[in-house]
């Protein structure tokens, strides 16, 4: 059966082709209706899309007919695509002022010889764009055409620089929300194209501040933090916590000034303090960091300490945690994790294999961008970001200095020159021929 998409959008072209479908684009020749009346939102949308269905099923003899409509929300008033270059300008200033909500409507025609069968559907994402300044949009518009683009932006593109954060799905914001789209499928009995699409159903895609690159993810953020909160119960009846209230009380202020200005602010941090004397940090998923209490008595000051806790932070805000789980064989234990009752024995030993995985260390990639996020975030916190470089400079002396132990923050780390030269980057500042050797001697 032939599948065609009723819309002229490159954008939802590019989604259908990356997943496999093979269609005919024909777009409907409808005017889309932009008061809504006495009609909510979300049925606005899907009006919009059946009556583009329906437009495009006069024209075939059958088949599967795709349509959707994006409008954009802020403050009650409807934002469609710019009628021209003005009015993309003043939508896309206006829209950055403050959040915004992105609604999609869905309509699926399955088309036979003796009968019609209608599916609709909606979703919607808010959106959470920084101030763009007019000289910022220009050189946006200059290099991306708004005029085809609900709001004026493109989150898959360039405008991705523009957005502090989405609460939603990802698709819904690219203009065609593909997780609603194979539920349409399954609901009109479409089996062959729910295999094309089988592996959307288990997922959603989120764009990833921390890394600019729109990512999939098995589990939501909901699901993170009981994952987060099942191995802290197991790091609590493991590990010994610190008795000091002063130490404590120094890495919770702290601690709570980087989450602040984090980019990933839709989670509670935890910060605690173990009783260990190796120097030695280590992150979970959901927001919970550790510091051995050995660390903080080799930082210099509390500038070190941020920068070391920033770097804790940038793993949770890239979701490095969840990436590592998604990727071990033994991915039952992430539906342990979740899905069993607190205070099992199944629970406690998913979550010892876990916490055992965040100990052996994250990839050399993964380390350099908390490197590089911990720098922003100290900065941003008000701190030193340069300290980064003192407790890094640190860690080598101590490195050359000590064996390796079981749980040692710098087993897995890379080389000290190579972490100290993003930072420098981070920072702005002038790479030398030192920062690209890799060699750490043994001191004689």
């Not at 437009?55 to 008033?77: F, H, L, P, S, W």
């Amino acid at each position: 059966m032939k599948i065609y998409l009723a819309s002229n959008s490159k954008a939802r072209k590019k989604l259908l082709e990356k997943f496999g479908l093979k269609f005919k684009v024909l777009p409907a020749k409808v005017k889309e209706k932009k008061s809504r009346g006495n009609l909510s939102y979300s049925q606005l949308v899907k009006n919009n899309a059946r009556d583009k269905a329906k437009e495009v099923a006069g024209r075939v003899n059958d088949g599967i007919i795709i349509a959707a409509d994006t409008i954009c929300v802020q403050n009650g008033k409807i934002f469609g695509k710019p009628k021209n270059m003005r009015d993309a300008r003043n939508m896309l200033r206006r829209l950055s002022s403050k959040t915004q909500w992105l609604y999609t409507g869905l309509a699926v025609i399955k088309k036979g010889k003796d009968k019609e069968k209608l599916a609709l559907d909606y979703e919607k994402t808010k959106v959470h764009m920084d101030k763009i300044s007019d000289t910022e949009i220009n050189n946006y518009f200059k290099q991306v055409s708004p005029l085809d683009k609900a709001g004026s932006f493109d989150i898959q593109g360039k405008g991705a620089f523009f957005i502090k954060k989405i609460d939603g799905c990802f698709y819904n914001v690219v203009g065609l929300p593909l997780k609603k789209l194979y539920h349409i499928f399954k609901k009109l009995g479409l089996f062959s194209l729910v295999c094309v699409v089988f592996c959307l159903a288990g997922c959603s895609s989120e764009y990833n501040l921390a890394t600019k690159q729109e990512e999939k993810y098995y589990y939501s953020t909901d699901q993170e933090v009981k994952i987060g909160r099942a191995i802290n119960r197991q790091v609590e009846h493991e590990l010994k916590f610190t008795n000091d209230p002063l130490q404590k009380k120094r890495v919770e202020d702290i601690g709570k000034k980087i989450a602040a200005v984090s980019d990933r602010k839709e989670i509670d941090y935890y910060f605690q303090v173990l009783e260990d004397d190796t120097v030695n940090a280590v992150s979970l998923p959901g927001g919970y960091v550790y510091v051995n209490s050995g660390l903080l008595d080799r930082v210099s000051n509390d500038d070190e300490l941020a920068c070391v806790l920033a770097h804790e932070v940038g793993h949770i805000v890239a979701r490095h945690h969840i990436k590592k789980l998604q990727a071990m064989q033994s991915y039952s234990i992430l539906r342990l994790l979740v899905a069993v009752a607190p205070g099992t024995a199944e629970v406690g030993n998913a979550a010892d294999v876990a916490f055992t995985q965040f100990l052996l260390g994250f990839s050399r990639e993964d380390e350099l961008l908390a490197d590089q996020l911990g720098t922003r975030y100290a900065k941003l916190a008000g701190y030193d970001p340069h300290a980064m470089i003192t407790f890094l400079t640190k860690l080598q002396d101590i490195n050359r200095r000590m064996p390796l132990q079981e749980r040692s923050y710098f087993k897995t780390h890379p080389y000290v020159p190579d972490r100290i030269r993003v930072v420098k980057q981070e920072l702005g500042e002038r790479i030398n021929f030192d920062d690209y050797i890799n060699i750490e001697q043994k001191p004689h």
